[in-house]
């Protein structure tokens, strides 16, 4: 395989000034889009063939190379694209162990070449993994959470701040991974709800003299929604929602503090567990304003109110004119208050997150800010769930 691909790509990259590139169908697979290319270095002796299937000799003509990567990940992507939407392919691939062989990096150069060819326009970004067994789930686990789910999570921030109706749809095709590469990705990246889960093929042998061992795993995870760093927040709501609520959690410190506060002895006569809310609405002239809620709990049989929900309404009563396309997210933060505290990430309970269902149903871009440290340093930034 090492040797077809190179000898494949040292061929490309040597006849690129002459070769000529057609695209074409692939007659077995029934696919709206080409998904082969074809290089004029030699005329057409046989019907494509996956690039594992030509044989390594001492001249080797390229005739044609088929991608099942991209046929998978591009028809759909064709199906599902909507126009005037950016288009990107993420090409990325398992760690690998030193010597280090860049066969898959030539590969990657001929899926970007084949994939601007078939789809002109779309933007191409490789991620390269750092050293590390591909058959082992601890160093592709460390690679999702630290490098390929980050990278999401921007693409998610940028696409909120360019364009507040754009939606990110994904399409995911693993190729010849090891099933440690294509179980952690698929879970890593399951939050994302791909539209599209291709494996045609699962590499299950151990690396040439590596002998194969049963894996431990000891206190490594896959995170399938990591929390992001508050100043990597570009979105202007949600980090005034963010702003806000430091400064509303600064403001029930100091009444904490104080000795003539009711918190404790009435108004959170329950739980004695405070909660603070901040919602941000976007006005008709494009400004935002954030609105404080906090939990309520006076001791009666229906003597309890949320801080999402107190927010909002807060929110309502400034503006009765608000629609629910106007809220732009909220932000909920678990306080504390003597040894009584909730931990964060605090999530919406379940009245409050029908009721945010409720807005989401008139407003799919409404989203909701939780924050993975008391310190509020960093934050989970999720559309509402049921
Ligand atoms: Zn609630």
């Not at 594992?52 to 099942?68: G, N, W």
């Not at 190729?175 to 179980?183: H, K």
């Not at 040894?339 to 009245?351: Q, S, T």
Request: hydrophobic share 45%; with cysteine.
């Amino acid at each position: 395989m090492l040797r077809r691909t190179q000898q494949i790509a040292e061929i490309l990259e040597n006849c690129d000034q002459q070769a000529t590139w057609r695209a074409f169908d692939v007659q077995t697979a029934s696919v709206p889009l080409p998904t082969a290319l074809a290089c004029s270095v030699g005329d057409f002796r046989e019907p494509p063939g996956s690039l594992e299937a030509l044989e390594p000799t001492d001249a080797v003509a390229v005739t044609a190379l088929r991608f099942p990567l991209l046929q998978a990940a591009l028809t759909a992507f064709a199906r599902g694209a909507t126009s005037g939407g950016a288009h990107t392919l993420l090409l990325t691939w398992s760690p690998s162990l030193p010597p280090h062989s860049d066969s898959v990096v030539k590969v990657a150069a001929m899926l970007e070449r084949a994939a601007t060819h078939l789809m002109p326009g779309l933007q191409v970004v490789c991620l390269e993994p750092p050293d590390g067994d591909p058959f082992r789930v601890a160093a592709m686990a460390t690679y999702a959470n630290e490098t390929l789910v980050p990278w999401f999570d921007r693409q998610i921030v940028e696409l909120r701040a360019s364009d507040a109706k754009a939606r990110l749809d994904v399409y995911l095709s693993h190729n010849t991974g090891t099933s440690a590469a294509i179980w952690v990705l698929t879970n890593a990246l399951r939050h994302l709800k791909p539209a599209l889960v291709a494996i045609p093929k699962c590499r299950a042998r151990p690396l040439p003299g590596v002998p194969f061992a049963a894996e431990v795993l000891e206190e490594t995870w896959v995170d399938a929604a990591p929390p992001c760093a508050v100043a990597t927040v570009s979105d202007q709501a949600f980090a005034k929602a963010i702003e806000e609520l430091r400064h509303w959690r600064a403001a029930y410190t100091e009444a904490i503090a104080s000795p003539h506060h009711e918190l404790g002895s009435f108004w959170l006569a329950k739980s004695s567990k405070p909660v603070l809310a901040v919602v941000v609405c976007q006005l008709a002239d494009g400004s935002l304003q954030a609105f404080r809620g906090c939990n309520m709990e006076v001791s009666l049989p229906t003597g309890s109110l949320c801080a999402e929900r107190n927010a909002i309404s807060s929110a309502l009563a400034a503006n009765p004119a608000m629609r629910r396309e106007d809220v732009r997210c909220v932000a909920v933060y678990g306080g504390q208050l003597g040894d009584k505290r909730f931990d964060n990430p605090l999530e919406p309970c379940g009245v409050c997150r029908e009721w945010l269902l409720k807005i989401a149903e008139a407003n799919p871009h409404f989203w909701v800010i939780t924050f993975a440290d008391d310190a509020a340093t960093q934050v989970h930034v999720r559309p509402v769930e049921g």
